[in-house]
């Protein structure tokens, strides 16, 4: 097998806006209005393309909104960057994924942390696991998230998909989820993993659902039924839908679109199943998102409607993939860049700003309260403890704001083990460890699988400034 690199990104609108970006926005937006009064009065000729008139249409036409705007963040479970088709993936199908983000934001400097329970966890609580992580599954009853922030806001809150935060119904509602239908409801269930998507395994107002219920049934077709129910549900009202696809997480066994689906039994699979079924089960995955983004359409709340895709972590390490050209194992666990970057894509009609394009901003996973904060217009909650996240609001919407200059990581998979934690902090450069007493400095766009750590007499005067400033952050994430 030819040796792994991670290869860069094609590379289209390489930046986010920052606060020196203003003008430039302002000479965009010039430029839209512009060529929209083109179209109108026929005062200019030009050859527009499909997007550029889409984007024009779009633009002028959902300005208005009346009401609080409603949210999806669908949460795919060990999907890494390399995937999808819109990063550079060329292994699966994706077209709605890549309608997104040719009709959105892509965020191409998004990190998880290398495993996805943590992720949630820093994602659901806009903090930090060295505040809160205590074990593995567990949301800490102290804790509020996404969804009571929401929820008391006003808006109608549910939940799908895998849960994995113990506590069953009590935890669950008091998150501030007002339905769900979710698989994995406690911590220690056993190996359960098998049921995840034929014949699944799924909770519903405080108990399993029946067989008679489940039985033939896909899992996340069920999400999608109940998720669609909801809409209808609360269409005139703000609503929240947290969407924690079981998919594309092994075992990999087959979907409604395999020919194998009919005959299967998930009560005889054994271990990680048949890896010649991850293709379809991605493919499934970005079926399934296509669902709800048409469920959306069709009851006229698009231009409202914010959906977000995201990653939980990388992809599982047995699973290679082509990625713009190259052939790319999965890096599930790994602290590297392979390990922890994420897709992230925005879709919003009425409300992103210049659609298609890439934003540069770094962004971890304590960055989305804060967002969905901004997003429906209500402030950061203050009695929450401290808050870690930066919002990435105005970069949806194409406004000058503050971006965040670093993220950080504390990844403890198991304070029983005694294992100290792996510690660190990274900008879009440069990496700095806080583990086991070692300070390994890292140049990540020359030494991308972190072999080579920079000896400190060879570095020069600004790598030695950002390796004391990156010091100096690790020295404050402490409890």
Not at 61 to 79: E, G, M, R, V
Request: with cysteine.
């Amino acid at each position: 097998m030819k040796a792994e690199t991670y290869p860069k990104k094609r590379p289209t609108t390489p930046y986010s806006p920052g606060k020196s970006d203003f003008n430039l926005m302002k000479l965009a937006r010039l430029m839209l209005i512009s060529s929209f009064a083109c179209i109108v009065f026929s005062g200019c000729k030009k050859d527009f393309t499909e997007h550029e008139i889409q984007a024009s249409s779009e633009t002028t036409s959902n300005l208005i909104q009346t009401s609080k705007t409603n949210i999806i963040i669908f949460l795919a479970d060990d999907f890494g960057y390399e995937l999808p088709t819109f990063t550079g993936g060329q292994s699966y199908n994706t077209p709605n994924l890549d309608f997104m983000a040719a009709n959105g934001v892509q965020f191409i400097n998004a990190y998880s942390h290398p495993d996805g329970y943590p992720s949630r966890l820093a994602l659901y609580t806009g903090k930090y696991n060295f505040r809160n992580y205590t074990f593995w599954g567990q949301l800490p009853t102290s804790e509020k998230t996404i969804g009571n922030m929401l929820h008391d806001a006003g808006y109608a809150t549910c939940f799908v998909g895998k849960w994995q935060c113990d506590g069953g119904d009590a935890r669950i509602r008091s998150a501030g989820f007002d339905k769900y239908r979710i698989f994995q409801p406690f911590a220690k269930t056993g190996n359960v993993y098998q049921y995840s998507y034929k014949n699944p395994q799924l909770y519903e107002n405080g108990n399993f659902l029946p067989s008679s219920m489940t039985k033939g049934k896909y899992s996340e077709d069920m999400y999608v039924d109940y998720v669609s129910k909801f809409i209808d549900s609360n269409a005139a009202k703000p609503f929240f839908v947290m969407f924690a696809n079981n998919l594309p997480r092994q075992p990999w066994c087959p979907t409604p679109d395999d020919p194998e689906f009919a005959t299967f039994n998930p009560d005889t699979l054994t271990g990680r199943g048949d890896k010649k079924y991850n293709v379809s089960m991605i493919n499934y995955l970005d079926k399934t998102i296509g669902k709800v983004i048409a469920k959306v359409k069709s009851k006229g709340l698009a231009n409202n409607t914010v959906i977000m895709f995201v990653g939980d972590d990388a992809t599982n390490r047995g699973v290679v993939s082509m990625y713009n050209g190259a052939k790319f194992r999965g890096g599930k666990n790994f602290t590297s860049k392979k390990g922890t970057q994420t897709p992230l894509v925005v879709y919003w009609p009425g409300g992103i700003g210049l659609p298609g394009r890439e934003g540069t901003t770094l962004i971890d996973y304590t960055d989305f309260l804060p967002t969905l904060a901004e997003i429906a217009g209500i402030s950061k909650p203050t009695n929450y403890g401290i808050l870690d996240g930066v919002s990435f609001y105005h970069n949806l919407i194409w406004k000058a704001g503050v971006n965040r200059s670093w993220v950080f990581c504390h990844w403890d998979n198991n304070p029983k083990d005694q294992k100290p934690p792996i510690r660190y902090v990274n900008n879009q450069n440069y990496k700095l460890y806080d583990t086991l007493g070692y300070k390994n400095f890292y140049n990540i766009v020359t030494d991308v699988d972190e072999q080579h750590p920079l000896p400190d007499n060879t570095l020069t005067s600004a790598e030695k400034a950002i390796k004391q400033k990156f010091e100096t952050i690790l020295q404050q994430m402490h409890k």
